[in-house]
């Protein structure tokens, strides 16, 4: 007789099948267009957003096994567990710019890990310490209707108000972590041209969700804050916390002059920071967290180095390995130190020889392929594949939400048909 599979994989053999199989439309747009408008105050706020970004979120859900969603929190905690050890965080500062240096306490508000799911397991592609669409998730993922027995078998984790006081206990540790006690009575939400970003909607949902429990709130231009007297401000009010959604993640630019002060003379709160980005984020991290032997080096159990098999290895790309990567480059996507969102990354077996004189001259890391899941929908009555990965939202190593995305191409970009978010169904 064949051997009985364990309970783990039945739920992965399901999983897979229903990811495959399942066109069931879970969606109901009038309840997330109901939600988002009860969530931002404006009744018109759900309808008008779901019309102008109709691919933002996709119809379908995206099934997967509790035992794939462990070990992606295992592999979540492996990271931060391996961030705290000195020899390590030593080695990642080393090529950290000055700003990043200075710890101030806090631990970075709403982190993303990437995985790519494949046969052999997920596989972590990136961590994100501004990770968007976190609060958009928690609506969507409230926002669905089981269509059949196999979705009656799913879980959805946590609903909107446990999603919601777990943001406030994060915003006020965050807090704490740097002032000692208290919490913070302004929070600024802070990007470049705020009201110009795909995602703006999501900074209206944050900023309800913090007026709805006391906490003062606004959303601002980086380019608009002032630091002076010691006190960081926003139209003359003063600041006590920044939740930070730029993508200069050394606040290197000119226009971030007043928030890069402040941040350095521990004026204000700023969550995430140089300092989260530097240990967690930075790209050239995979080259020791994909490496056995390094975090061996830095006293990391044998326990965690397993639970970081699945960080694809990854090199630093030099002038001086260049030719060997040229060789290698048709399972290797090449990611530039200080990109971010998918911007001028490049699948090997697609570098032109152009790109590939740009890529040789350093600042890229070379990570080894991982073919990204699969989800089936139907377009037009024809079954369709899309990629798909998963998203684990965090804070200070405990998932806050699990999200997928579905896009076709190199990157996700919330255009395709059928594509965008979808809420995560755990069998």
Request: glycine share 8%.
């Amino acid at each position: 007789m064949p051997p009985v599979p364990s309970m783990a994989e039945a739920n992965t053999s399901l999983a897979a099948q229903l990811n495959r199989k399942c066109f069931c439309i879970t969606l109901d747009r009038a309840a997330l267009s109901a939600a988002l408008a009860h969530e931002a105050g404006d009744p018109g706020f759900g309808d008008t957003f779901l019309a102008s970004r109709p691919h933002l979120f996709s119809n379908v859900p995206v099934f997967l096994a509790a035992s794939a969603l462990d070990e992606m929190q295992a592999t979540v905690g492996a990271i931060e567990a391996t961030a705290r050890l000195q020899g390590y965080r030593d080695a990642v500062l080393s090529w950290a710019p000055e700003i990043a240096q200075r710890d101030f306490g806090p631990v970075g508000a709403m982190m993303g890990y990437d995985f790519h799911l494949d046969d052999d397991g997920p596989k972590l592609i990136e961590v994100n310490t501004n990770a968007g669409g976190a609060f958009l998730n928690a609506l969507l993922a409230q926002a669905q209707k089981a269509c059949c027995s196999e979705v009656h078998r799913t879980s959805i984790d946590a609903s909107y108000d446990e999603f919601a006081t777990s943001v406030i206990a994060m915003f006020e540790n965050e807090w704490r972590l740097q002032r000692g006690a208290g919490s913070p009575r302004r929070i600024a939400i802070v990007d470049d041209r705020p009201e110009e970003q795909y995602l703006y909607p999501e900074f209206v949902l944050a900023r309800q969700l913090l007026v709805k429990h006391g906490i003062e709130a606004t959303i601002g231009d980086a380019s608009e804050l002032a630091y002076e007297g010691g006190k960081l401000r926003l139209d003359g009010r003063e600041i006590d916390l920044v939740y930070n959604r730029l993508v200069d993640f050394t606040l290197e630019r000119r226009d971030h002059a007043a928030l890069r002060a402040a941040y350095q003379d521990g004026a204000v709160v700023v969550t995430p920071n140089p300092h989260n980005h530097a240990l967690l984020s930075s790209k050239r991290n995979l080259t020791l967290l994909s490496d056995p032997t390094a975090l061996e080096a830095f006293g990391l159990s044998a326990k965690m180095r397993s639970r970081l098999a699945g960080v694809p290895l990854t090199t630093l790309v030099t002038p001086g390995n260049a030719d060997a990567a040229w060789q290698s480059r048709k399972d290797t996507f090449f990611k530039p130190l200080s990109g971010h969102g998918g911007k001028a990354v490049y699948r090997g077996d697609k570098v032109t020889k152009g790109v590939w004189a740009e890529i040789a001259r350093g600042g890229y890391v070379a990570q080894a392929f991982a073919s990204p899941g699969q989800r089936m929908i139907e377009i037009d009555g024809a079954p369709t594949p899309r990629k798909m990965d998963v998203r684990l939202y965090t804070y200070n190593g405990r998932v806050l939400l699990p999200a997928a995305r579905l896009y076709q191409g190199q990157t996700t970009n919330f255009r395709t048909p059928g594509g965008g978010f979808s809420p995560v169904l755990v069998i």
